[in-house]
């Protein structure tokens, strides 16, 4: 069974995604005007959570892995440490993620 939306719902649903996105996007400008300083919990937000983000993909990451069978976590460990020696040395999170990504996926693929 189908289930079809009618084009009011579908205008209601448009509204509401737009809307969701321009506060978002719009209300960080609106609560810190350029004028004022930002608060001393905002900065420290700044700095703190990009780390526990990635802290908490990586446990995401090997949450599932089973450690004492098939290839016991090498593809998962080795494409970690790809990660953090490439973030360590270049400083770029871009980098970083999208080479142990590619390297765990030629890993699982190819050699494993």
Known sequence: ??????FMERMITIGMV?????????????????GRPVPTYVQYLGKVLPSAAL???????I???????????VP??????ITACLHIWKRNMFI??????LVYM???QYIF
Not at 1 to 6: A, E, P, R
């Open 76 to 81: 998962e460990m080795i494409s970690i440490a």
């Open 18 to 34: 737009v809307l969701g996105t321009m506060i978002t996007r719009f209300l960080p400008f609106l609560i810190f005007p350029s």
């Open 96 to 101: 970083s993620i999208v080479s142990g990504t």
């Open 1 to 6: 069974m189908y289930l079809t939306m009618t």
């Open 55 to 61: 802290g908490l993909l990586v446990i995401y990451s």
């Open 106 to 108: 030629f890993l699982i």
């Open 63 to 73: 949450k599932d892995v089973n450690f004492i069978s098939g290839s016991h976590g």
